[in-house]
């Protein structure tokens, strides 16, 4: 059963019970929170766990505020109610003088929240406006609609018997405004999100600089019709960056979010990347059965995403150049020369000179006019707790398993944590999935009862094959980052695997002798200049 953790004002008026003409509590008359938890009508009644009561405490005054009284009495009543299932009742004091102030009302909120939803990430927030001023309850009905608290979240009002008039004891609440953070939140990539690729990274978690910057960077670039590049390791959030770069630009049809247009260019070969892209007539080649329209077509007033743009050939660079400059192209088959007005975002987990190689440097020079490097995790270190907290959240909606099921708590989650940050975390949020899925499989195990799950799914979900060349590229990666750390290579060679050096070997000597040739070449020099080796030797390192 999932467990939902409430977050409220107390009324004073009708917190635990309306107060009659003469003053004392009416208990035929339950107010908003009672009826909430225990009327027989409520679809949450014996659902909540925990339940998080804010109260105003001004600074001033002698004597207890009346607030706390209020809440107080019902924190009590909670507690004598709920003897079967006991509910954990906890009281939080604003220090608020102004009840109908919005700002400070709203830094107090949004604060707790964010507490809140870390101290519980397995819970459900079962949010209750109805109790409390009218500021304080705009004030959840925006952050709710703006997308500040964090999900799975439901938001509620009450009504008492007296004022249902054949209306349900609990109604949920939303207005359904189309804001920046609802339309990220569903925005999906044609055919690229994976998983990990769609992390709702929220810039108000943000503790790193680099993340600071770079969605700083972003949302100044999203504003202008000028292609930008994306770099990044695999699993770092390149396609998240994307979605975010349209979701707060002008370059966005609504109606598109689910499924707009992009591309992974891997995936396809020259002949059937220029179909997708462009389109074409009936009768161009053996499928083509009726007329049919590109990426190019649904781009039109939107962002075009071409994941992975290392992989494009050089005729189709070609065509998306002119396509880009004129904002022309021609489908397949086709003679006339139809309008698409895009703004291309493109995306590579390429190094700058493996691209330099592989792209014709007109195509390149067009594509990289802005550029945004997306950092990998173990450069970003102070963000792992949310991250850690963000990704568990996602993989547990994906599993399809309640919280209720799960054997955790928040030391579980801080010994995660704690490891991860000493980790060189060569698959980036792939990583963390890894983990997620592996703890949530451990801990609703019941023969895993006498298991160490943290310390299982560490083991399992951090150990990486090396048998292949992009095994060897991230064992590299690890290397690397260990070594100017300083830190042990013990998580390298995991469950006993082998460490394939040779190939490591190979790759760290032609990641080198690209490196040298490039500098060389941009200075003007020889190779020899730079190194104690010739041209002819690096030469043959990249080869090989």
């Known amino acids: 059963m999932e467990d939902f953790v409430l977050l409220s004002w107390a009324d004073l008026r009708t917190d635990p019970y309306a107060t009659g003409r003469d003053g004392t509590l009416d208990r035929e008359s339950p107010g908003p929170t009672l009826t909430l938890l225990f009327d027989p009508e409520s679809p949450y009644r014996g659902k909540v766990a925990r339940a998080v009561l804010f109260y105003r405490k001004p600074n001033g005054g002698p004597r207890p505020h009346e607030d706390f009284a209020a809440a107080d009495a019902t924190r009590k009543e909670i507690e004598r109610l709920s003897s079967r299932r006991r509910i954990e009742v906890e009281l939080v004091p604003w220090q608020g003088e102004d009840p109908t102030d919005y700002s400070g009302i709203f830094e107090f909120v949004n604060d707790q929240v964010d507490e809140i939803g870390a101290r519980y990430p397995n ?9 409390g001023t009218p500021p304080m309850q705009t004030v959840w009905v925006l952050m709710g609609e703006m997308g500040l608290i964090r999900t799975p979240f439901t938001m509620v009002k009450s009504l008492r018997r007296a004022h249902r008039s054949g209306r349900p004891a609990v109604v949920p609440v939303s207005l359904d405004i189309p804001t920046f953070y609802k339309a990220f939140q569903h925005a999906r990539p044609h055919e690229v999100a994976a998983p990990e690729e769609m992390m709702l990274l929220d810039p108000k978690h943000f503790r790193s600089e680099r993340l600071t910057t770079l969605y700083a960077d972003a949302r100044r670039y999203a504003r202008l019709n000028v292609p930008v590049l994306i770099l990044g390791e695999r699993g770092t959030g390149k396609t998240t960056l994307a979605s975010w770069i349209r979701s707060n630009s002008p370059f966005r049809k609504p109606e598109q979010d689910e499924s707009w247009p992009s591309v992974p260019c891997s995936q396809y070969t020259p002949e059937t990347m220029r179909a997708e892209l462009f389109g074409y007539l009936k009768g161009a080649f053996t499928d083509a059965k009726k007329d049919t329209e590109g990426l190019m077509h649904a781009a039109d007033g939107d962002t075009l995403f071409l994941d992975e743009i290392g992989d494009i050939s050089r005729d189709l660079q070609r065509m998306l150049l002119r396509a880009l400059e004129e904002k022309r192209f021609t489908r397949i088959g086709g003679q006339r020369t139809e309008r698409s007005d895009f703004r291309l975002v493109t995306a590579t987990n390429l190094s700058w000179a493996e691209l330099s190689e592989r792209l014709d440097p007109d195509f390149l020079d067009r594509i990289s006019v802005l ?9 970003v270190r102070e963000d792992l707790p949310w991250l850690w907290r963000s990704v568990f959240r996602q993989s547990m909606a994906r599993a399809r398993v309640a919280p209720g099921d799960l054997r955790l708590n928040q030391r579980d989650h801080e010994r995660v944590v704690e490891h991860l940050s000493h980790h060189p975390l060569p698959g980036n949020l792939r990583d963390l999935f890894r ?6 499989a451990a801990a609703v195990d019941p023969s895993f009862e006498d298991v160490d799950a943290v310390g299982f799914a560490l083991d399992r979900g951090l150990a990486r094959p090396m048998a292949s060349e992009g095994g060897a590229s991230d ?4 290397i690397a980052a260990a070594f100017a750390n300083g830190e042990p290579l013990d998580h390298l060679a995991a469950n006993g695997e082998r460490i394939p050096t040779r190939i490591l070997e190979r790759s760290l000597k032609r990641y080198l002798a690209e490196e040298l040739r490039r500098i060389a070449q941009s200075r003007g020099m020889k190779p020899e200049e730079l190194c104690d080796v010739t041209d002819r030797t690096l030469q043959m390192w990249v080869k090989y």
């Open 123 to 131: 819970d459900h927030l079962l949010v209750h406006i109805s109790p």
């Open 435 to 440: 983990v997620a899925y592996e703890l949530i």
């Open 475 to 478: 064992a590299l990666r690890t």
């Open 371 to 379: 550029v945004l490097e997306v950092p990998a995790l173990r450069e």
